[in-house]
DNA sequence: CGATTGTTTGAAGCAGCTCAACGGCCGTGG
DNA sequence: CCACGGCCGTTGAGCTGCTTCAAACAATCG
């Protein structure tokens, strides 16, 4: 694993990645952060839940998910979190200095590495870097607690939506198309992380394409109908007709 | 609401409050982040989802819920946590600067008022008080994540056994006991917290009374199995049998 | 090209929800 | 102090959304 010496320099994603995370507004040199890049293949774990935690990875290119065994609560094993370029990965680390969950690449990807020491060091140096830190921190939680309404209070028609518009707006963040994206993950996987079963995600997306809603054959995922989605992610029911689905995204309909 | 100089000096948690979270190991001075205690009434609110993030909040005495409204997921509203004596609320705010839940007192209640200012200033001069606020972030953000793979992965009644086992280990950690205690929330807070309705808490602290894994009536509990409580956190099924019950606890004895 | 992994679809069962009624507690006001 | 009203908790009955089990099929990869 080569060190490169300052990968942030020619990085396309300096807009919407480091400078989110650290310091965003004061113009901060990514490159005092990165330590240098790191390559994962698919299905290899970038990290293990246990490591000890030595540094924060922000994901360069590819796709990662994360999964967490609950010791507290037997041997429970969930998908915790999906992540793109530009999102952090490892945050979980500053509690107890060892990774809470594992992260698994989800095709071939590369990663930032930020070793803790370095963020430390010149969070201290820089009020910014580590008000961002924090920022990182806090949503994180945010996240989280949304996930927990989620998962709590939703349907599971609700979750998948809430889940699809959520990976399109990431994807518009960084420059993909929020209609029509790839799904890297397993049924499984996204049945995981909304608490539901492989074949309910299924038979859910069987449901929205018959609604017209989107399109969707293997990993290929069209967003046909954005309002209909969203108004699902809310808590209108799936019909089977299109334009139904579709007035329902405002409350007035015949 | 007077400024209290020096309320640290005769705060008898400070072994298991501020020194916890802020710094542990190195002595540091709990009332140079202390600036005041507040007081709240039952039903009252100590801050509002959307309120100016100023302050952190550490319990002093009573006990607060946590609700939140997912914006993301329409207009779903879920207690997200409790909150008893030395624990920290208010965290989320350094997302985005506001306040991400409502915090409601349980009971007539005072919190220790750490304003984000002199947490930030103090962290800077001190490196160990800033490590113990970024794990005091980082274990929220693990406490959530055992929450979300509970809420993904358990069923009501390990929901509900692993709730009260919590329950039992914060209370012990700051001197009560840990097999008697009063519930100071409703059934309906603690289905929310689950995602379970109020009716079906009610059924399994039924359930669980007839298995003689507890004693319960109304607010008031007490735990007379905790093997039994624990193995059922961890999956077993519910027996109308203590004995049986008390016997999965451990596999081989007699 | 065969094996493995992932996806779809069907059928049956059940955990937990909703709706509803009742009863006990507690705070308020007489 | 006692009576009243509202809230909370309990329990029952019926229903349904999701799960589990199972089988067939598609895609991917060595």
Redesign the pocket.
Same mark, same amino acid.
């Given at each position: 694993m080569p060190a490169i010496s300052s990968p942030c320099a020619s990085c396309n994603f300096r807009r919407g990645c480091l400078p989110r995370l650290l310091g965003k507004e004061h113009g901060e040199h990514p490159e005092r952060l990165v330590h240098m890049h790191r390559s994962v293949r $698919?299905?290899e774990a970038l990290f293990h839940e246990g490591d000890a935690f030595r540094s924060v990875y922000v994901v360069f290119g590819g796709s990662f998910k994360a999964s967490a065994t609950s010791a507290r609560a037997g041997t429970r094993t969930q998908v915790t979190g999906f992540f793109l370029p530009g999102e952090p990965l490892g945050l979980t680390g500053f509690a107890s200095g060892r990774y809470e969950v594992s992260a698994v690449a989800l095709e071939d990807s590369s990663v930032c590495v930020l070793p803790r020491a370095r963020i430390e060091r010149i969070g201290h140096e820089l009020p910014a870097v580590q008000r961002g830190l924090h920022a990182a921190l806090g949503q994180a939680i945010v996240r989280e607690q949304e996930m927990m309404v989620l998962l709590g209070t939703?349907?599971? /028609?609700?979750?998948l939506a809430t889940l699809l518009l959520d990976l399109s707006v990431r994807f518009a963040r960084h420059g993909y198309s929020a209609h029509e994206f790839l799904?890297r993950? $397993?049924? /499984?996987?996204?049945?995981s992380y909304l608490?539901?079963?492989? /074949? $309910?995600?299924?038979?859910?997306?069987?449901g929205l394409?018959e609604a017209g809603v989107l399109e969707?054959?293997?990993?290929r995922l069209r967003i046909l109908d954005m309002a209909a989605l969203r108004s699902l992610a809310h808590g209108a029911r799936a019909s089977a007709e299109p334009a139904v689905a579709a007035r329902r995204a405002a409350p007035m309909e015949a």
């Open positions: $698919t299905a939703a349907s599971a /028609e609700q979750r799904l993950m $397993t049924r /499984e996987d996204i049945g608490g539901i079963s492989g /074949e $309910t995600v299924s038979r859910l997306f069987a394409r969707v054959q293997y990993r």
